[in-house]
């Protein structure tokens, strides 16, 4: 059993800045790749960026140079640095972990809720 709980969204205006967090907790032996993705009203879900354990990232075109992601491994959590935000980054941020369990010899994806990042012009 592993939740993510997401923090950091909110209200800012376009050129902002916005921190989101979010920490897994549970039963967590290990943990591979972490990530976020968002999700506009009628747009797919979209991965924005990821980070593997060895701390190599990857970025959707959109947001490279903008948008930083970083992990702390003991505290199990990981971070999305967003800077000169854009309207267009308004979305639902989801935050994404593949888990490997106590007890177990094998990994589950896990998702926190979402948080709401709204850029106003």
């Known amino acids: 059993q592993v939740q993510l709980v997401e923090s950091g969204g909110g209200l800012v205006q376009a050129g902002g800045s916005l921190r989101l967090s979010c920490a897994a907790s549970?039963?967590?032996?290990?943990?591979?790749?972490m990530g976020w993705y968002r999700q506009a009203p009628g747009n797919q879900r979209e991965l924005v960026a990821t980070?593997?354990?060895?701390?190599?990232?990857n970025y959707v075109g959109s947001v490279k140079g903008r948008f930083t992601i970083s992990r702390d491994n003991a505290k199990n959590t990981v971070y999305l640095q967003m800077n000169s935000l854009l309207p267009e980054d308004t979305a639902v941020y989801y935050c994404?972990?593949?888990?490997?369990?106590?007890?177990?010899?094998?990994?589950?994806?896990?998702w926190g809720q979402g948080t709401q990042v709204t850029v106003s012009s």
């Open positions: 549970g039963s967590i032996f290990s943990i591979n790749v």
């Open positions: 980070i593997n354990s060895d701390g190599s990232t």
């Open positions: 994404w972990a593949v888990v490997r369990c106590s007890g177990k010899d094998y990994y589950n994806d896990y």
